[in-house]
């Protein structure tokens, strides 16, 4: 065999390998994006035991984001969808997590400061994801809408993939259902788990 011969040859498996390690990696990446997290655990009506208050006469929002979970933009982004296009009467809660010993402003991420600027919305630090707990959510993203009786309406995610913004079947039921008043709707969740224990302060 020539070395011409041996050339090519090498640089065809090198070929193969390389298609076959990028044919990996992005299986590796699809999988992830179409993997959904913990669906939350609920009974079907606003906990008791949550501080977050209530609004009387308002249908209520809440979502359950960790600030540092790289899908939670795209969570955030389509709750502003969400909240420009729902009827006033809705009023938007965002528990945002964090650890009891994280440092100072270890939560003040892009996500959580795009979460202040929704409309009308309530920011709420959720030290050690306790209200997560008590609403029996678990990951990021999960979104719930409750009626002006506090029955659960909607349970699930708001993106279509983890990290993707754009329309889906999760934001269009919430909007459904908050603008004709009836309804529920369910849809897969796509981010990080909410930790409840301790974490590594950054």
């Not at 006469?57 to 960790?66: F, P, Y």
């Not at 994801?129 to 029996?136: L, Q, T």
Request: with cysteine; charged share 20%; proline share 3%.
């Amino acid at each position: 065999m020539t070395k011409r011969t041996l050339l090519a040859v090498a640089i065809g498996l090198a070929a193969v390998v390389w298609c076959g390690t990028i044919a990996m990696a992005f299986n590796a990446i699809r999988r992830f994006e179409t993997t959904p997290g913990a669906a939350a655990k609920t009974n079907g009506v606003w906990p008791a035991a949550s501080r977050v208050a209530r609004t009387p006469g308002s249908w209520s929002l809440v979502m359950l984001v960790h600030p540092h979970c790289s899908c939670s933009r795209a969570s955030v982004q389509e709750l502003a969808a969400i909240v420009e296009a729902a009827p006033r009467h809705v009023q938007t809660n965002v528990l945002v997590y964090r650890p009891h010993d994280a440092k100072r402003g270890w939560e003040q991420t892009e996500v959580y400061h795009a979460a202040t600027r929704l409309r009308g919305a309530r920011v709420v630090i959720d030290t050690d994801g306790a209200e997560a707990a008590v609403f029996g959510g678990f990951t990021s993203g999960q979104t719930f809408l409750y009626d002006d009786e506090g029955r659960l309406r909607f349970s699930g995610g708001v993106t279509s993939l983890r990290g993707h913004a754009g329309l889906n079947g999760g934001r269009a039921d919430v909007i459904r259902i908050a603008k004709q008043r009836d309804g529920k709707g369910t849809h897969p969740v796509f981010g990080c788990a909410i930790s409840t224990t301790k974490e590594t302060t950054r």
